[in-house]
């Protein structure tokens, strides 16, 4: 009776306890891969993106005159939907940055480090650049629109105050944004040159990028969008240009490299 009581008792644990699946293991370097795909896209699409936003933005008169700009920029039609498109745009260049910087965060030693830091300013220059926008594409429109409706005398006077104000505002986030951009792009570019993952090159390339946008950055913040922030962001841009159009190729390139070592 014993006998056929534990029999019975084994059987029934057999029957009531499911059979647990093990879930498939993707093979390794396999997440690494899509995710330097999806950022080697998300960087051309981002820059793409920025490029056609740039020759929408309105840009004939002085960034600098103020009462030159917002007359200039009460007359666009699409101002709020310019800056909403630059805010896309860096939101895909600072995923394509974050991409980048996971791969190399796998170095051993000092490039595994320097691409750490350059994930948390890639992150900030994000955050400070969506700030930005809202204040430029939104806030500065409205009051912008609010002066040009505004009867001469001292209503129109205070309404121009608060858009110079805001402003104001938009020259210190962009000064900021400048200098966590530098930030990022020294700290991936270090991680880079000082790595064995890509071209070596092309981390200095972001090195200087990164002084470059140092440099405009604070000129920014002292001097507003004056000619002397433009000699040293102009070269940066250009220079972030080639750095990016780089690691997204190279970025596609070691995905299909992983995916094969993978497969093999």
């Not at 390794?28 to 740039?54: E, H, N, W």
């Amino acid at each position: 009776m014993r006998l056929g009581t534990r029999r019975s008792t084994t059987a029934a644990l057999r029957t009531t306890v499911p059979h647990q699946r093990t879930a498939p293991v993707s093979p390794p370097g396999a997440k690494d891969s899509m995710m330097l795909r999806i950022g080697a896209v998300a960087g051309l699409a981002g820059l793409l993106l920025q490029v056609v936003m740039g020759r929408l933005h309105p840009s004939h008169a002085d960034p600098n005159d103020s009462r030159a700009a917002f007359t200039e920029y009460a007359h666009s039609g699409t101002w709020t939907a310019v800056h909403i498109g630059q805010f896309l745009g860096t939101l895909l260049l600072a995923l394509a940055l974050l991409a980048l910087a996971r791969a190399l965060s796998r170095q051993p030693g000092l490039p595994g480090a320097l691409a750490v830091v350059g994930a948390v300013t890639a992150v900030l220059l994000a955050a400070v650049f969506t700030v930005q926008m809202a204040v430029d594409g939104v806030a500065l429109r409205a009051a912008i629109d609010t002066w040009t409706r505004a009867p001469a005398g001292p209503a129109r006077t205070s309404a121009f105050l608060v858009a110079e104000g805001l402003r104001g505002l938009e020259k210190g986030l962009s000064a900021f944004f400048h200098l966590t951009n530098g930030l990022t792009l020294v700290s991936l570019g270090l991680s880079v040159a000082l790595g064995h993952l890509y071209a070596r090159w092309l981390g200095w390339v972001a090195v200087l990028a990164g002084l470059a946008f140092l440099v405009g950055g604070w000129v920014t913040a002292r001097s507003g969008f004056s000619p002397e922030a433009g000699r040293f962001l102009t070269p940066a841009l250009l220079l972030l240009v080639v750095f990016l159009i780089g690691a997204c190729v190279s970025m596609w390139r070691r995905a299909d490299a992983d995916l094969t070592e993978s497969a093999a």
